[in-house]
């Protein structure tokens, strides 16, 4: 069983900048990000594949949010820049078990691993 902690949440305001960490117990197929604010399912916000090293973003954080990941550390990041309130909510990192067809990185059902979250608060 692989064990994934999050950490580098926290409250800013809008505009500011926060990085995520989520460092894995063990090595994983493609990682993600996703986010689930109150009252809303939860989306997928990045991801990274292993072996491509590509990286895919939802359209509300392209060119705000950068993915990365250190394969030596099994850690993925995702720096957050020009936050805004709209960016709150609970952060998850995700692993898959098995790679997957390329276009299906936000279905959060092909994620066997999950983080206990990390709240990211972004005030106006």
């Known amino acids: 069983q692989v064990q994934l902690v999050e950490s580098g949440g926290g409250s800013v305001q809008a505009g500011g900048s926060l990085r995520l960490s989520c460092a894995a117990s063990a090595y994983t197929f493609n990682m993600g990000w996703f986010r689930q604010a109150p009252g809303k399912e939860r989306e997928g916000v990045a991801a990274f594949y292993t072996t491509s090293r590509r990286t895919d973003y939802a359209d509300s954080v392209k060119g705000r949010f950068t993915i990365s990941r250190d394969n030596a550390k099994n850690t993925v990041y995702l720096q957050m820049n020009n936050l805004s309130p709209e960016d709150t909510a609970m952060y998850y990192c995700?692993?898959?078990?098995?790679?997957?067809?390329?276009?299906?990185?936000?279905?959060?059902?092909?994620?066997?691993?999950w983080g206990q979250g990390t709240q990211v608060t972004v005030s106006s």
């Open positions: 995700a692993a898959q078990a098995k790679s997957t067809p390329g276009g299906t990185w936000s279905v959060a059902a092909l994620y066997k691993y």
